[in-house]
């Protein structure tokens, strides 16, 4: 039976581009959800659009000396076309700068503050004074005193998914100076939470929201038995949607409370283009309002919005909100600072063509029920051994092989055999099967069921051998080609929501578009003998390990800049006197011989003529510089350091060494100027070595 569906997808921030996590936690199960509801024949507006507003965004805008407009304009761009470029079927993607959003949240909070359903109060919230500003949000870090990360914002932490009032963190700290806020007065309007507690433990906790991922389940209890405070969702910033009501002015709606309502403002804008009444779809009892989001998102998304929905009054509440997961990379959490990530643009570089590779293994490896990490060796896996070796390979030989034998046109089969009909018979199962797993957000269980009637295929063929068949029993042939076809048709529609670009292709190579999902179960005939298809075309294609490699390669170098980085940005040592520095007899001397210390890996035992003698010095750099290295080096020497004996050799003095911005070990070179990132080290020096 039809039904109507507004399926929203979590608003991307606009603050870069977005990368597999975002694609893997919201947007792919969202589109296969869609566009399966679609291909029933359901009515659905699949909505989203770019999160344009709050504190990241005018950080990075000052950061880099643009206006905040500058970097919402960037990103929202970049971000659309990746939408695009990944097949993700949006009705409509707006954008929360656009007039229509300013309006549409400005007349919300109107009518709530209309009804009296805020609570207007001065309050002392933080303040820096040296940037004059009141600090909420992003702009203030301190330590969570739910879990006690150092790191929490003034909204929310992170780590346990608490959402905070910047008044609640331990040692708040400006992240605009670094400075220890103030507190200072100000008046801001708050939603009572606590006014809505009975309502959302009726609806969720006694309602029927029992068939909620336990996860997302698991949390909203949790947050409705410690107790529901109010929360103010207005802020005294220049960026936002003005507060529309008298002493509003220079005060902006806090950004989660503007950003829900972005659903809402996008379904306006599509349905004016559509022709389409946008109250059909928000205020409808019978329309089924499902969120799509991760799992930072959840409060937002079942306490938050649905109160601001109950206390306005005329909306209706979500039916299910079914909340990933993290997804990992490579078995850290990804992190767009520290550029662990693959980002979906860089992956259209490397990888073109071939967007269905990741939306096919993102999916087979979804973080639905626990965190979950993607690999580059699983991503190759699922392509060479699933993709490729399963349903490319059983496409290849049906369309290669009809074309081989009867020129592309279809056979006529004859009487069935057993095999057949049970083959067949297990076709039409597959819809309904692959159905009740996507109706139940199981997304991966629904991809392995797609690659099983592949599996199918594959072995139908495997067993039938038509390619033995062929010399000696041409009516067997013809069949077995015939049901082979079948199969493929099935494929060519119930792989569409999964890998809309293959399906697209396959459909091509059949030079059939008619079935429907539901045909697949009914139809006796998908495709009909007689019928031409085109040639065959390879939908998937090996990735070498070579390929895997320069992935691989690129997080390691993510990795070795975030030391570097970590490195330059350590403390320094200790202050010393001028007095204590002079203590220091530095020479600059000529290495004039070098050899290994005998049994050992780390030690050079070599002889400097320090300009007032020629000395041994053991040093333990053996593991970056060879004897014959080093020979003829220019270096300088510390001549007054106790003189000390390593393994029977006394060594008198030291080299000074350090690193270069890569973290490579080189000398202190008197000759050349070497840009120092980080302090003289004499620690890799042989002496220090016990
Ligand atoms: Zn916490």
Known sequence: MSKRYTITAALPYTNGPIHIGHLAGVYVP???????????????????????????ITIKAKKEGVTPQDIVDKYHAIIKQSFIDFGITFDNYSRTTAKIHHDTAQEFFKTLYDKN???????????????????????????????????????????????????????????????????????????????????????????????????????????????????????????????????????????????????????????????????????????????????????????????????????ILPENVPANEFLNLEGQKLSTSKNWAVWLPDYLIDFPNQQDVLRYALTANAPESKDNDFTWKDFQARNNNELVAIFGNFINRVVVLTNKYYDGIIPTPSDYSTIDEETLAAVKAYPAVISSSIERYRFREASQELMNLARLGNKYLADEEPWKTFKTDEARTKTVMFVALQIASALAVLSE????????????????????????????ILIPASHQIGKGELLFSKIEDSEIQIQLDKLEASKKANEAEKKATEPQKDEITFEDFTKLDLRVGTIIEAEKMPKTKKLLVLKVDTGIDTRTIVSGIAESFSPEDVIGKRVTVLVNLAPRALRGVESQGMILMTEDETGKL??????????????????????QIS
């Open 30 to 56: 969202a589109d296969i959800y869609s566009r399966y509801l679609r291909l029933t024949g359901n009515d659905v507006a699949f909505i989203c659009g770019s999160d344009e507003h709050g504190v990241p």
């Open 497 to 524: 929501p999964f890998l809309p670009f293959t399906s697209t292709k396959l459909k091509g190579i059949l030079n059939s578009n008619d079935n429907g999902w539901e045909d697949v179960s009914t139809k006796d």
């Open 117 to 315: 359903e805020f609570v207007e109060e001065v309050t002392e919230q933080l303040y820096d004074e040296e940037a004059n500003q009141f600090l909420a949000d992003r702009f203030v870090t301190g330590t969570c005193p739910k879990c006690g990360n150092e790191e929490a914002y003034g909204d929310q932490c992170e780590s346990c998914g608490s959402s905070l009032n910047a008044t609640d963190l331990i040692n708040p700290k400006s992240a605009i100076t670094g400075n220890v806020p103030s507190l200072k007065e100000t008046k801001h309007w708050f939603l009572p939470l606590n006014k809505h507690e009975d309502f959302l433990r009726e609806w969720i906790l006694k309602g029927h929201k029992k068939d909620w991922k336990p996860n997302v389940y698991g949390q909203v209890k949790s947050w409705i038995d410690d107790g529901l405070r109010p929360r103010a969702v207005t802020r005294d910033l220049d960026w936002g949607i003005p507060v529309p009501v008298e002493g509003g002015e220079g005060k902006v709606l806090y950004v989660w409370f503007d950003a829900p309502i972005g659903y809402i403002s996008s379904t306006k804008e599509w349905a004016a283009r559509e022709g389409k009444n946008w109250e059909d779809y928000w205020k409808d009892e019978d329309t089924k309002l499902v969120h799509f989001i991760g799992k930072d998102n959840i409060v937002f998304h079942c306490i938050i919005f649905p109160s601001m929905l109950k206390a306005e009054g005329s909306y």
């Open 666 to 687: 080189v000398f202190v070179n008197p000759d050349t100027s070497t840009a120092l990132s980080t302090g003289i080290e004499g620690v890799k020096n042989g002496l």
